[in-house]
């Protein structure tokens, strides 16, 4: 349902990730583990459309939703701007093309735009950002509300099985979400994530903030989410306990690129896995 091909992505002229091949079924759990800065939020931020493409493509569900795959150069080339124009548009990916450009240039009218974050969004992706990023003075039921705008057109909202996975929201409801414990935070980014029922969560480091104690929960919590709803579950994580216990099959990502692959055998040796996470 999800799955990527020599996805290339830079910071300016800096390369981030190069050549990522990943692909997710439906109702997979699948993890991707890696150290600090290997480059797993840059690669979360490009699958939900919120860092532009340079290199491959995103498909989610059949459908296309980022694609740089044509040759940049020899297209910008190709369509004779003047030399200096070339040059200059020639790092762009042309699915970026600026709209107007089509009146005059018959090939960039036949590219399609990639897919905005808002369009994977009610397309059927939910993602839970790095660090939670709930709003602290908003209760924790309007908080869930906001997962009303990001799955605006999933129809049904499903507050009562939000509410079911995690009872704790429900008996806070009309608290701020400020006052939340790290844990109870983690699970209201989640609920939000869940409202507008997506096909697929993103999950970037669940665990980051939460207690140990509590990181179990989590991970049972997650597992219950995918056997109950059917919703299809991709996090990045460095934590051992979740990708030990949550990851049906999990990537080790390494300097942005992916470098290996680990099916359940090998994710249940602690040393087979702390290779990639290990600083
Ligand atoms: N906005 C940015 N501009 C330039 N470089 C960036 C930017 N954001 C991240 N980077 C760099 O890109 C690389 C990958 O960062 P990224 O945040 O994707 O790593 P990460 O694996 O998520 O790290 P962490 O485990 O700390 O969350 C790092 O070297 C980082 O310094
Ligand atoms: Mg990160």
Not at 196 to 217: A, K, R, T, W
Not at 219 to 244: K, P
Request: aromatic share 6%; hydrophobic share 40%.
């Amino acid at each position: 349902m999800l799955e990527t091909e020599h996805l290339g992505v830079s910071y300016g002229k800096t390369p981030i990730l190069r050549d990522v091949n990943i692909s997710i079924e439906q109702g997979e759990i699948v993890g991707i583990m890696g150290k600090n800065g290997v480059g797993k939020t840059t690669l979360v931020k490009a699958l939900i459309g919120l860092l532009d493409i340079n290199e491959g493509r995103v498909t989610f569900d059949d459908t296309v939703v980022a694609d740089a795959t044509a040759n940049r150069e020899s297209f910008w080339r190709a369509e004779s701007f003047p030399q200096e124009v070339a040059s200059t548009l020639a790092g762009t990916p042309i699915s970026n093309a600026p709209g107007r450009l089509g009146e005059f240039f018959p090939l960039a009218a036949e590219l399609t735009p990639d897919a905005t974050a808002d369009q994977r969004a009610r397309a059927g992706m939910g993602y839970i950002p790095q660090g939670r990023d709930v709003f602290p003075e908003l209760t924790v039921e309007e908080n869930l509300e906001m997962g009303e705008t990001i799955n605006g057109d999933a129809g049904e909202f499903q507050y009562d099985a939000v509410y079911e996975f995690f009872p704790i929201l429900e008996e806070r409801r009309t608290q701020d979400a400020g006052t939340l414990s790290g844990g109870q935070q983690q699970m209201l980014a989640i609920g939000r994530a869940l409202i507008g029922n997506p096909d697929l969560l993103l999950l970037d480091e669940p665990s980051e903030g939460v207690q140990p104690s509590i990181v179990q929960d989590l991970t049972r919590d997650l597992e219950q989410v995918n056997e109950e709803l059917g919703t299809t579950i991709l996090f990045v994580e460095q934590n051992l306990h979740v990708v030990q216990n949550l990851a049906e099959r999990c990537y080790a990502i390494d300097k942005g690129t992916i470098v290996d692959e680990l099916g359940p055998e090998r994710l249940a040796s602690r040393d087979a896995v702390t290779k990639y996470l290990a600083v």
